[in-house]
Every structure is written in C-alpha cells, then in structure tokens.
C-alpha cells in the first residue's frame, strides 16, 4: 500500500524532547521567563524556538538574538551527546521500512540540520536514510506547512498520496496530512491522543516495535 515511509526525528526515532526542553527552559528561565518542563514542552514541541519568537520576547522582556539562539544551540548539542538515546523499537522499525520499500524512506524533521546529523548519527539511525534527511529549516516553510515532506517524497520519486508519515504532533500530522500522505501518530502516553486525531492522524499507535506489523496488516 505504501510505496515510501517518511519518518519525523524527534519523539518519533530518538527520545529528544525532555533533554532540548530542559535546556531550553533553563535558558528562559535564565532571561526572566521561567516555568515547568512540561509546559516549556507545551509551547515548544513541534515547533521551532524562532517561530516563537514574538512568544518568548513577550514574556521575558528581552529580544531573541542570534547570540541567544547560538548558547541554545551549543548547550542543546553537548546535553543531546551526552544523554540522546533511540526511541525504543525505532531502529528496528527504520530497518523494516527500508526493506518494506526498497530503501524509500526518508527523515523529513522541523530541527536544523546539525541536529538530525547528531541525531541519527549518534543513535546508529543515519545509515538507513543515506541523504535523504530533511530539514524544514532549509525549506520556504516549516511545519504545520507541508514542504519538507513534499520534498522528502520528491527525492523519493514517490507521489505524497502513496507515502506514510510517522508523527508524534500535531504540528506534524498537519503538515503530513497537508503534503497528502497517510499519517499514523506516534502516542505512546495517550496524553496528546485528542489532539492527534483532531490533526487528521489517520491512525494512533503506542509502540514503535509495533509499526512494522501494522504496515504488513494494512498490505496484507
């Protein structure tokens, strides 16, 4: 049924949500903005910290600089190569999409590029998807919009609608179920399971050892 499967990065293939909102609150909290972790992950999960900008100036009173952004990115980097980890059962499940589809898959991320390089390199993910990791930073428009997952697709010479987006937000769904593909949503806590079929996730699943089952199913 599916003839490539495009996988989001963070929440989906490695468990760096509560390390780069942690550092991320700490730096907040350190320009006069300061909150728990989980509503620092409230604001932030799934979008990029300078599409927030007018957000974040509001409340802390001060501009968001590009020096600012740069301490952000160093700190982020140095706690993700210190304590990154893969979501468990991902990498099997990326290794099952590779042979499911000839090797069409992709990781098609609102995260900069040095992040997914760190990432999937450090996490023994990066050989499977070769070059075709994408950056919704390097595109006109990151998610909800869905270039990078066009442009995931097009390198994979496979039209959208006959593709499979992995998420976990609902700023991920959006932009999987606007590029036309099929969307499955990650939940492994079922706390933002609302959210994600109010997105469009076409299907909700709480293991990613899980996945490749499910895909088997639905060709069956």
């Given at each position: 049924?599916?003839?490539?499967?495009?996988?989001?990065?963070?929440?989906?293939?490695?468990?760096?949500?509560?390390?780069?909102?942690?550092?991320?609150?700490?730096?907040?909290?350190?320009?006069?903005?300061?909150?728990?972790?989980?509503?620092?992950?409230?604001?932030?999960?799934?979008?990029?910290?300078?599409?927030?900008?007018?957000?974040?100036?509001?409340?802390?009173?001060?501009?968001?600089?590009?020096?600012?952004?740069?301490?952000?990115?160093?700190?982020?980097?140095?706690?993700?190569?210190?304590?990154?980890?893969?979501?468990?059962?991902?990498?099997?499940?990326?290794?099952?999409?590779?042979?499911?589809?000839?090797?069409?898959?992709?990781?098609?991320?609102?995260?900069?590029?040095?992040?997914?390089?760190?990432?999937?390199?450090?996490?023994?993910?990066?050989?499977?998807?070769?070059?075709?990791?994408?950056?919704?930073?390097?595109?006109?428009?990151?998610?909800?919009?869905?270039?990078?997952?066009?442009?995931?697709?097009?390198?994979?010479?496979?039209?959208?609608?006959?593709?499979?987006?992995?998420?976990?937000?609902?700023?991920?769904?959006?932009?999987?179920?606007?590029?036309?593909?099929?969307?499955?949503?990650?939940?492994?806590h079922g706390a933002t399971a609302d959210e994600l079929r109010d997105a469009g996730a076409h299907e909700l699943f709480t293991s990613m050892a899980d996945?490749?089952?499910?895909?088997?199913?639905?060709?069956?």
């Open positions: 049924m599916f003839e490539a499967i495009l996988f989001d990065c963070d929440g989906v293939l490695v468990d760096s949500e509560p390390i780069t909102h942690g550092v991320l609150r700490d730096l907040l909290a350190d320009s006069g903005w300061d909150m728990p972790i989980a509503e620092c992950m409230r604001h932030f999960i799934g979008r990029t910290v300078r599409s927030q900008a007018a957000l974040i100036e509001a409340r802390t009173g001060q501009p968001l600089t590009d020096a600012w952004m740069a301490t952000f990115y160093a700190r982020r980097d140095e706690q993700l190569r210190a304590r990154l980890q893969p979501i468990a059962g991902a990498l099997d499940a990326v290794r099952a999409a590779h042979r499911a589809t000839g090797g069409r898959i992709a990781c098609a991320s609102g995260a900069d590029r040095g992040k997914l390089v760190l990432q999937l390199g450090q996490t023994g993910l990066a050989e499977w998807f070769g070059p075709h990791v994408f950056s919704g930073h390097e595109l006109p428009r990151s998610k909800p919009y869905p270039d990078v997952y066009l442009a995931a697709a097009a390198a994979l010479h496979v039209a959208p609608e006959r593709s499979l987006v992995i998420e976990d937000t609902p700023t991920g769904v959006l932009a999987g179920k606007a590029a036309g593909a099929t969307v499955w949503a990650y939940c492994p996945l490749p089952a499910r895909w088997r199913s639905v060709a069956g």
